[in-house]
Nanobody, 122 residues
Framework: QVQLVESGGGSVQPGGSLRLGCAAS?????MAWFRQSPGEKREGVAS???????TYTASSVQGRFTLSQINSTAVHLQMSSLTPQDSGTYYC???????????????????WGQGTQVTVSS
């Protein structure tokens, strides 16, 4: 069983920045960040295919969020120009198989972190 350890998160004013980190304890090929607000569906925001270093960003955060691969088991998500709509619980997810076009579908990921809270408020 692969464990995911998340770091970062917290509170920031609109327009501010935060960085989230995620480290896996074992073999994985895909890592992603999802977010969820109360009453909302879990939304994929960024994903990377580890062997090729390819990253994908959802249109809702494109130009503001950057996913970086630190090594074969760790990533950072740099979030900038944050708005209150970016608030929520952010979850790191990982898979030992390549989800391909389903990279932003939560059900294809078998490993999940416990979540870290991001609050954007003035």
């Amino acid at each position: 069983q692969v464990q995911l350890v998340e770091s970062g998160g917290g509170s920031v004013q609109p327009g501010g920045s935060l960085r989230l980190g995620c480290a896996a304890s074992g073999y994985i090929v895909q890592m992603a960040w999802f977010r969820q607000s109360p009453g909302e569906k879990r939304e994929g925001v960024a994903s990377t295919y580890i062997p090729q270093g390819r990253t994908y960003t959802a249109s809702s955060v494109q130009g503001r969020f950057t996913l970086s691969q630190i090594n074969s088991t760790a990533v950072h998500l740099q979030m900038s120009s944050l708005t209150p709509q970016d608030s929520g619980t952010y979850y790191c997810a990982a898979s030992a198989t390549r989800p391909g076009v389903w990279r932003f579908t939560a059900s294809v990921y078998e490993f999940w972190g416990q979540g870290t809270q991001v609050t954007v408020s003035s």
